[in-house]
């Protein structure tokens, strides 16, 4: 039976690649586009950050878009697999042009950010075209829950091996120190072959899951022509936004999506902050850098094993709550230090290994708390199918990667206009020792002790969560009987 299906390894082998992509792009957003256009290019913190800002909000949009194409689509090639193969070369050619704006365009702010808000808001565009699909097929390779479970940990395990992959391209073999920029990050000549040389495996990644996971085709949902044009793409849209102003009357849900929304600002704002930090805050070289970038995934990999115990000794909404004051613990705790004096001086050997280990302590309670917010989530769709005698778990985990999308913009946004406020020096010359000290101080304060009060707020929203292990037991167990 479908349900029943083991899946074979080169399936699951071949789907994990296809993540890589992923992983790629989410590291080169998240740590690389700010700098270069703000830093490198010198356009406006307030300018790139809008631009992103827009780029997300379209990015959240065409998500749910192409996700009811491509549950309407019907082919030789199924459902899924069409969008998937159809994105490679746009998503690639637009990720090298994003990082390659025309040299006739850098004498104008303007320009410049109207450049990146087309070719982020197409790069998105793209990289949902093969997502949201390669997302759903996932989900239907079986109905397996220990299946599900494999599916999942080898798309998770894949992206993280792009992002190393970007992490180590790039500090290994792009931002080489040279005479002229000691730091090699400050190059802005080398984005675009390293851009090239990403897409170029984005490709290459996609095109290998595309092409690896083809026999899996006859095995999935299939959708006829008739279905095909049962509903308009509007028609769509409103009864979708229907199941979410639903999904909203849920206590447990609502309070979790405030938490979200803050925690992602928060989000935002840290990881596109992150670059200036390593690099003027701690004058780290790019070696360095790689190193200290690439240590969280040690913490993630001990995480996983670790959270299943925590959630046997603590309910999850505690879980998520250890988990968050750790990780902001982790990360701020160095910068705090360093602002009151009481930290090692850059250059210091001692400062690169404890970077490194608050940097794995992140990645341990980071995954801690995403898991067990993920699990919550998942147990309040239990609690709505109960409810209302639907499973209908798409409306929570879609809403709630709206809101996280659309926050993330916020604090990327955020991030942009903090730049401008310090008066953060830019240009690819720019060394640490010619920012002032207040900037660099403000810079640590904005990054560092700042960032509690987000978490903080997103805790207490989360506090309001009211769905314990005790009647979600109970809940289970009723569904059980009604066969729900």
Request: proline letters at 4%; glycine letters at 8%.
């Amino acid at each position: 039976m479908y349900s029943l299906r083991i899946i074979p390894l080169s399936s699951k082998i071949f789907y994990g690649i296809g993540q890589i992509s992923e992983g790629m792009t989410t590291i080169s957003f998240n740590l690389f586009i700010l700098f270069f256009y703000t830093q490198l290019l010198g356009i406006p913190g307030y300018y790139t950050g809008i631009s992103l800002f827009i780029a997300l909000i379209f990015d959240a949009f065409s998500d749910l878009w192409v996700g009811i194409m491509s549950d309407q689509w019907h082919s030789k090639w199924g459902r899924r697999h069409p969008f998937m193969l159809f994105s490679a070369i746009p998503l690639a050619v637009c990720f090298y042009l994003l990082f390659s704006p025309p040299d006739f365009l850098r004498g104008s702010d303007i320009m410049l950010a109207l450049w990146l808000t087309i070719l982020a808001m197409l790069t998105r565009l793209w990289m949902t075209f093969f997502q949201v699909p390669y997302l759903s097929f996932g989900a239907e390779l079986s109905k397996n829950t220990k299946e599900r479970t494999k599916i999942v940990g080898y798309r998770y395990a894949f992206s993280n091996i792009g992002v190393i992959i970007a992490l180590v391209i790039g500090f290994q073999l792009f931002f080489i120190p040279t005479e002229e920029f000691t730091n090699g990050q400050m190059n802005p000549a080398v984005y675009s072959p390293f851009a090239l040389c990403l897409s170029l495996l984005m490709t290459v990644s996609i095109l290998i899951s595309v092409f690896g996971t083809h026999k899996e085709i006859p095995y999935l949902i299939k959708t006829t022509p008739a279905q095909k044009n049962n509903h308009s793409i509007s028609q769509a849209f409103k009864h979708n936004a229907g199941k979410i102003t639903i999904a909203l009357k849920n206590n447990s849900f609502r309070w979790l999506l405030f938490s979200l929304i803050v925690s992602y600002i928060m989000v935002g704002i840290i990881n596109n902050l992150n670059f200036f930090i390593v690099t003027f805050f701690w004058e780290l070289n790019t070696d360095e850098i790689a190193i200290v970038s690439s240590a969280i995934f040690l913490g993630i990999l001990a995480g996983v094993f670790f959270t299943p115990l925590l959630h046997s000794h603590f309910d999850k909404k505690h879980a998520v709550f250890y988990g968050v004051i750790g990780w902001i613990g982790s990360l701020i705790l160095p910068t705090s230090l360093r602002l009151l004096g009481w930290f090692p001086e850059n250059g210091s050997s001692e400062i690169f290994w404890i970077l490194i280990l608050f940097r794995i302590l992140e990645g341990l309670f980071l995954v801690q708390a995403a898991v067990s917010f993920g699990s919550m989530l998942a147990d309040i769709t239990d609690e709505h199918a109960l409810a209302t005698g639907k499973r209908e778990e798409g409306i929570f985990f879609g809403a709630s990667s709206f809101a996280s999308k659309c926050s993330d913009g916020l604090g990327t946004l955020a991030a942009g206009v903090v730049l401008d406020l310090i008066h953060f020096p830019t240009g690819a010359n720019i060394q640490a020792t010619d920012i002032k000290a207040d900037v660099l101080f403000q810079l640590g304060l904005f990054y560092g002790p700042f960032i509690i009060i987000f978490a903080a707020v997103a805790l207490w929203f989360c506090s309001h969560y009211d769905l314990s292990s005790e009647r979600h037991a109970l809940i289970l167990q009723q569904l059980a009987d009604k066969r729900i």
